[in-house]
């Protein structure tokens, strides 16, 4: 199993991201045949059904202080 913690350097924030250079993009760009673009999109809603481990999505709004400055009614009643 490799580590690639510190591989490139402290202040690093793209991790493994520093593999894809504008070289590998322009080849894999060459390995295109079709065009044909897939969405990897999943829908989601109170119907949609959901494998046994996981829990139906859930959707929560949460107040913050932006909201406050924008107008909205005061906490408690949002």
């Known amino acids: 199993m490799s ?12 991790g493994a991201l520093n593999l894809v250079t504008t ?6 760009a060459g390995l295109v045949a079709t065009g044909q673009t897939l969405s990897l999109a999943q829908p989601l809603g109170p119907k ?6 996981r829990q139906q999505p859930s959707r929560f709004i949460n107040p913050d202080a932006g909201d406050l400055a ?3 009614p005061t906490p408690g009643g949002f």
């Open 3 to 14: 580590n690639n913690w510190g591989r490139w350097g402290a202040d690093d924030e793209a």
């Open 23 to 28: 070289g590998v993009t322009r080849r894999a």
């Open 48 to 53: 949609t059904p959901a494998p046994g481990h």
């Open 70 to 72: 924008l107008g909205a």
